[in-house]
């Protein structure tokens, strides 16, 4: 890999041009447009159970008109530590966002703070959910935390910052419209002399998975096909090292909110909704195709909008000029195993769909199946504009783009969940184009949002290419023991150059010590 070099200027947060960089008015503008949960297989142009459901037309014009990534990978698939290895180009033990309940330090470089220190006129717009004040932003209007679907409620960035209370300016009309219009409105209002970035940030289609009034009889009398192992039952039905989310739960979820909306914490569309009194196999059945229809029509309205931002570019004259790339910050379980949510390194869930348009240097309508992460997104826009981000333990994939994919590109990706919970236990990982393997450590460290539970620590194995949907942990089949016996050996030097070797936490020494070649 092409590693970026450590220089006296980064010493003091500097960052610098690249030789040669671009004047201004050649520079591309960026619409970083960024999902929640709006996983791969609810695209349409990754194929699945549902590709022909999905409503994708926007989409599907991006696809045609730029590129595909066939193997982009978040380094822990959970939204606010994805989104700041998104920003800073690093891993969560180097970016200090491990949870849901961390923040991320204002003092960290990030894509931002470098375009606009050249030159960029940044904005933001939508879900946030760092905690922390964005940096690097000339304008933002954000969500409080997680944000609401309808009416919600923005921090604006000439309002004082709220820290962890509640403040800003209810907006009537739905999210992800009300998100849309502000980011057009934002990019219209730039002089033309400036190139700009534009992250425009949906909450769709995260739980609770609500769609406009347009969108509420689409998919009307559907039946949708279920995916080949919705009823896995659990550990004993594949072999895996751990219970997971599954359907059951979100059913529960459904039936405790019919009862008095008000006091759940979300509100869900189409309640009452119950399963009591059906037959196990039923009740999971009745729960995904509800599931899946809330998903869709909630998807759908992401697709619209996209659309509304790519007429814009096109009416402001600048899409030629404006590189726009559509991602989602982790994938999404709609049913595989049984589960929803996301979080396990399982294909569904660590999976990032990405697509990437620019006319001027990307080719249209090609796909890239190079193992690219989260990490490498800011060095490669960074590149694009013409300034190099020091620090970082990303890559550039701006050469894969193009076709030239480096000799000494990456064969393999490292992964860690580090939240610690009984149904799905803290976990590291490794993964090459065709095998994956994943230790459960779980363990709490001292990271916030965990619960204390008795496990034995374990192993997951999977061959993606006799096995690509997961059913079986073939851990213990003799026949990959010489497989597994590298891996872990690959597994060891990831952690080493990633900088991950838990050497603060003794009870992980010993732990590994341990279990790690059992």
Avoid at 221 to 229: K, L, R
Avoid at 429 to 444: G, H, P, T, V
Avoid at 475 to 496: C, E, F, G, T
């Amino acid at each position: 890999m092409n590693k970026l070099v450590l220089t006296g200027l980064l010493a003091a947060g500097t960052m610098t041009h690249l030789q040669g960089a671009q004047p201004a008015g050649q520079r591309p503008n960026i619409l970083f447009i960024l999902s929640d949960d709006h996983t791969s297989q609810a695209w349409g142009i990754y194929g699945g159970v549902l590709a022909e459901y999905a409503h994708n037309a926007n989409i599907r014009r991006l696809a045609n008109e730029g590129v595909v990534l066939d193997n982009c990978f978040c380094t822990n698939s959970i939204s606010a530590p994805s989104r700041a290895s998104i920003l800073t180009g690093l891993y969560s033990h180097r970016n200090g966002l491990y949870t849901l309940a961390d923040s991320l330090d204002t003092s960290i470089p990030t894509l931002a703070t470098l375009l606009q220190a050249n030159g960029y006129h940044t904005g933001l717009v939508g879900k946030w959910h760092i905690q922390s004040q964005p940096q690097g932003f000339d304008y933002y209007s954000i969500f409080y935390d997680q944000g609401e679907y309808r009416d919600p409620t923005f921090i604006e960035s000439t309002d004082p910052w709220p820290g962890n209370r509640r403040f800003g300016e209810r907006v009537l009309g739905f999210s992800t419209d009300l998100v849309t219009e502000k980011a057009i409105r934002w990019m219209k209002e730039q002089d033309g002399n400036q190139p700009f970035l534009m992250c425009c940030h949906f909450k769709a289609t995260h739980e609770p998975y609500d769609y406009p009034i347009r969108m509420e009889h689409l998919y009307d009398g559907v039946t949708f096909p279920e995916p080949e192992n919705l009823l896995d039952w659990g550990p004993e039905t594949n072999g895996r090292s751990f219970k997971g989310q599954t359907l059951e739960e979100l059913e529960r979820r459904w039936r405790i909110a019919s009862q008095d909306p008000d006091k759940w914490w979300c509100r869900y569309p189409g309640l009452p909704f119950s399963t009591e009194g059906m037959q196990r196999t039923a009740a999971r059945r009745a729960s995904y195709q509800k599931f899946i229809r809330d998903y869709l029509r909630c998807g759908a309205t992401v697709d619209d909008n996209i659309g509304k931002l790519l007429k814009a570019l096109d009416e402001m004259n600048i899409a030629d000029n404006t590189i726009v790339i559509y991602v989602s910050d982790q994938g999404y379980f709609l049913g595989e195993h049984g589960f929803f949510d996301k979080r396990m390194f399982y294909e569904e869930s660590a999976r990032m769909p990405f697509v990437i348009r620019y006319p001027k240097k990307v080719p249209a309508g090609k796909r890239l199946d190079d193992l690219i992460l989260n990490v490498d997104f800011a060095p490669t826009l960074a590149e694009f504009a013409g300034v190099k981000m020091e620090n970082v333990q990303g890559d550039s994939f701006v050469s894969n783009l193009k076709g030239n994919t480096p000799t000494d590109w990456r064969k393999e990706i490292y992964y860690r969940y580090w939240t610690n919970h009984a149904i799905r236990p803290a976990h590291f990982a490794i993964r090459s184009d065709r095998y994956k393997l994943i230790f459960y450590y779980a363990r709490n460290l001292d990271m916030t949002d965990t619960e204390n539970f008795d496990f034995t620590p374990s192993w997951d194995f999977y061959d993606l290419q006799n096995d690509p949907h997961e059913n079986h942990n073939a851990y213990n089949d003799p026949k990959y023991a010489p497989v597994i016996k590298q891996m872990k050996k690959d597994l060891l030097r990831l952690r080493k150059e990633t900088g991950d070797t838990d050497e603060k936490y003794p009870e992980m020494q010993e732990l590994l010590e341990k279990y790690y070649n059992k």
